[in-house]
């Protein structure tokens, strides 16, 4: 899978890393693959409404050494 773009949300708190993603998605055309990583516990919920209410397509979201990894498609 391609990654069109990406984006360090690391040491960021809600809700900056969301604000940072909407940012990131405009930067990037549609069917595009965002990928995101945040040490914010918070942010796992944080994306999966983000994208519910976006439109766009969260791929997958993983956690590994208190980090979490998001995969997000531009709609």
């Known amino acids: 899978m391609n990654i069109d773009k990406e984006l360090d949300a690391r040491g960021l708190n809600c809700p900056l890393p969301i604000l940072r993603t909407k940012k990131a998605l405009a930067e990037i055309g549609a069917g595009q ?10 942010a796992v919920k944080d994306m999966q409404a983000f994208a519910k209410q976006t439109g766009n397509e969260l791929i997958s979201s993983a956690e590994a050494g208190g980090e979490f990894f998001f995969l997000m498609r531009k709609h």
């Open 33 to 42: 693959i965002l990928k995101i990583t945040a040490t914010d516990s918070g």
